[in-house]
């Protein structure tokens, strides 16, 4: 009898493990590709190759969360159908907040929020509808600076974490070799859906000027 128990205790456990990882753990997404060129214990430098990305346009918010939420509304909508092909597309990740140097709070003035397109759309995106205001963005190869951190990205975490790899570059071979060719003073990257509590992962990125960085002009990049 007791071996029973065992045994239905046991099933239920990998019942419950089956359904984590296939709401949580394994759901397998498209990411773009890239390739590690330089590490350190707190930030890592990746070369990501040529992409196309649907951003949303500017959304002039004071919060980065807020800001975040309806751009992410606006993608939602289109990959859900809103397109006048009226394509369902799969979700991807990272959701890549950009954040633009200005005179308002946190030295910004405006957010544009996208996600990278499954290679299925990435030579031909449907066309969003004009009322959500996105349009495909083409992302030539470069390197991008990355910090990671866990749990959710809060408009006073995400400043302090982009203020800690701003001072890990300025004491790595990396100092002075930010790009501003964007116009982006920093992205946040967010890898997991809002009900996922634990185990999250977020990235700061900066882009990197690659002039005279024969790493970051490497065309054999692996995919992560």
């Known amino acids: 009898m007791e071996r029973e128990r065992q045994r239905q ?34 930030f890592e430098v990746r070369l990501y190759r ?20 309806f751009g992410f509304h ?11 092909n009226y394509s369902r597309i799969a979700m ?47 992302w030539d190869s470069h390197c991008v600076a990355v910090r990671k951190f866990s749990g959710f990205a809060k ?11 701003a001072v890990s570059l300025s004491r790595s071979p990396w100092a002075n070799s930010t790009s501003d ?3 982006y003073a920093y992205s946040i990257a967010q890898y997991n859906s809002p009900f996922q509590f634990i185990g999250r992962v977020n990235e700061v990125w900066v882009d990197i000027d690659a002039s005279g960085i024969d790493s970051c002009k490497s065309s054999e990049i692996a995919t992560y």
């Open 155 to 165: 408009d006073e975490i995400v400043v302090r974490e982009a203020e800690k790899l």
């Open 74 to 84: 606006r993608l939602f909508q289109y990959i859900q159908g809103a397109n006048l």
């Open 181 to 183: 060719d964007s116009g």
């Open 9 to 42: 205790r046991a099933r239920m456990l990998m019942k419950v493990v089956t359904l984590l990882c296939l709401v949580v753990l394994c759901t397998a997404i498209e990411s773009p590709q890239y390739a590690v060129v330089h590490s350190e214990s707190d």
């Open 92 to 138: 991807t990740a990272p959701v890549v907040t950009s954040i633009v140097p200005g005179a308002g709070p946190f030295h910004s003035s405006a957010y544009f929020v996208g996600f990278y397109l499954p290679v299925k759309f990435q030579a031909d995106p449907p066309t969003p509808l004009p009322e959500l205001h996105l349009k495909p963005y083409a």
């Open 50 to 69: 040529d992409s196309t990305w649907m951003m949303s346009s500017p959304v002039r918010e004071l919060s980065f969360e807020k800001s975040t939420l």
